[in-house]
């Protein structure tokens, strides 16, 4: 079982920035890939970026060049640096763990998420 525990989510103003973290209860290299959704308000959720192991790295088109994910071995956290913020960035921003290992039937795990609110 792999518990994350997202912080860093707020209410901020259009052009802002924000950082999201997610700390792991197991080593980050200890996964396939770990990465960050979001689910706006009546939407689904949706891919924000995946780092996978090995180090290629997926972003949804609508945050490239605005958003870098980053990882802290040492600490088992993944980062969300979010710039110039957008309205339509708004929404609940998950962590997903995908371990190479499953357990009881599963290997994805996901965070309890953080609320990001940008206002115009």
């Known amino acids: 079982q792999v518990q994350l525990v997202e912080s860093g989510g707020g209410l901020v103003q259009a052009g802002d920035s924000l950082r999201l973290s997610c700390t792991a209860s197991?080593?980050?290299?200890?996964?396939?890939?770990m990465g960050w959704y979001r689910q706006a308000p009546g939407k689904q959720r949706e891919l924000v970026v995946r780092?996978?192991?090995?180090?290629?790295?997926q972003y949804a088109d609508f945050v490239k060049g605005r958003f870098t994910i980053s990882g802290d071995n040492a600490k088992n956290t993944v980062y969300l640096q979010m710039n110039s913020l957008k309205p339509e960035d708004t929404g609940v921003y998950y962590c997903?763990?995908?371990?190479?290992?499953?357990?009881?039937?599963?290997?994805?795990?996901w965070g309890q998420g953080t609320q990001v609110t940008v206002s115009s």
């Open positions: 997903k763990a995908e371990s190479r290992y499953i357990v009881a039937g599963r290997n994805e795990y």
């Open positions: 197991r080593s980050i290299f200890s996964m396939n890939a």
């Open positions: 780092i996978i192991s090995g180090g290629s790295i």
